[in-house]
């Protein structure tokens, strides 16, 4: 059974950083693309980025190019979404998720990281941030 856990979210202020961790289970790590998504109350859920396990290709919607980075550490079968400059427009659920490389090309999740392209999903993180 494939397993996806989130963690790292929290209460910051405008202005600080937060890291949050996806660890995966349950699946060949090494063939998967994972995808971070956020929904914000009232909206819909976004695709920010993605990353391709195998190669560490990454992807990021326009909203959060340049201070947004996507990245992983192979050995713990854990990739990480970076956010800097943290604004009150950030807060949200934070998701990941992921698919099979087999059953996808890269250009079903870059560059519309969609959510439907995704297969497995993790309970989300909580970020909030103040102002």
């Known amino acids: 059974q494939v397993q996806l856990v989130e963690s790292g979210g929290g209460s910051v202020q405008a202005g600080g950083s937060l890291r949050l961790s996806c660890t995966v289970s349950g699946y060949t790590y090494s063939r998967i693309f994972v995808g971070w998504f956020r929904q914000a109350p009232g909206k819909e859920r976004e695709g920010v980025a993605v990353i391709f396990t195998y190669d560490g290709t990454t992807c990021y919607a326009d909203s959060v190019k340049g201070r947004f980075t996507i990245s992983q550490d192979n050995a713990k079968n854990t990739p990480y979404l970076q956010i800097n400059s943290l604004t009150p427009e950030d807060t949200a659920m934070y998701y990941c998720?992921?698919?099979?490389?087999?059953?996808?090309?890269?250009?079903?999740?870059?560059?519309?990281?969609?959510?439907?392209?995704?297969?497995?999903w993790g309970q989300g993180t909580q970020v909030t941030v103040s102002s």
């Open positions: 998720a992921a698919v099979p490389a087999s059953i996808l090309t890269w250009s079903r999740v870059c560059p519309g990281i969609i959510d439907g392209a995704f297969t497995w």
